[in-house]
């Protein structure tokens, strides 16, 4: 990705472009967007890692609570984000069987109801059997435990986001 392309967007622009890089939370692009010039796609990564961490306990809850139930109604209402879509889609969380969407459906809600935010993975980096899996596992932790690898998780989902926008504004600068 040029960073002389991505340092020159107005703030709209850059909203339009990274807005969606921590699911549905465009107030942290346009927090970073402050920060500009990036010197690189890993110094805006660390902008929006960095804010991210500089944010209460309830901003970092209410990042978490941005995101969409694994498998859940938004992906049944086909509601959710392109982002989401394709992410749970390639997981494999688009075919499950009836016995999987339920045993996700019972742990997603065990989990909603233990930490008062959604189970959060880098669906990307695992397949459907390790998602159960650690969502299972996962519940047995403390809110702060949670908390913390649920922000780790968000900011996984944002460096792979980052590197797809990269190689898309890479790919149609070429055209």
């Known amino acids: ?13 850059f909203l339009d472009v990274f807005g969606n890089v921590i699911e549905k939370c465009p107030l942290i692009a346009a927090a970073v967007w402050t920060g500009r010039p990036f010197s690189s796609v890993s110094a805006l990564e660390k ?7 500089s944010l209460p306990r309830s901003g970092k809850e209410g990042i978490l609570r941005c995101h969409p139930d694994l498998a859940g ?18 997981a494999g969380l688009t075919s499950l069987t009836p016995a999987q969407r339920s045993q996700l459906s019972e742990l997603n809600a065990s989990y909603k109801s ?3 935010f959604p189970f959060v ?17 996962r519940i047995s932790n403390s809110p702060e435990q949670e908390l913390q690898i649920g ?12 590197l797809d926008i990269s190689s898309q504004v890479s790919q149609a600068t070429k055209l």
């Open 1 to 13: 990705m040029e960073m002389r392309t991505v340092n020159s967007m107005n703030y709209e622009q």
């Open 47 to 53: 902008n929006i890692g960095d804010f991210i961490d």
């Open 73 to 90: 109604r938004e992906l049944l209402r086909g509601t959710l984000s392109p982002d989401s879509q394709g992410e749970q889609s390639r």
């Open 114 to 116: 233990r930490f008062n």
């Open 121 to 137: 993975i880098c669906v990307r980096m695992n397949d459907r059997e390790t998602i159960i899996q650690q969502l299972g596992s």
């Open 151 to 162: 922000i780790q998780e968000v900011k996984k989902i944002c460096h792979l986001r980052l």
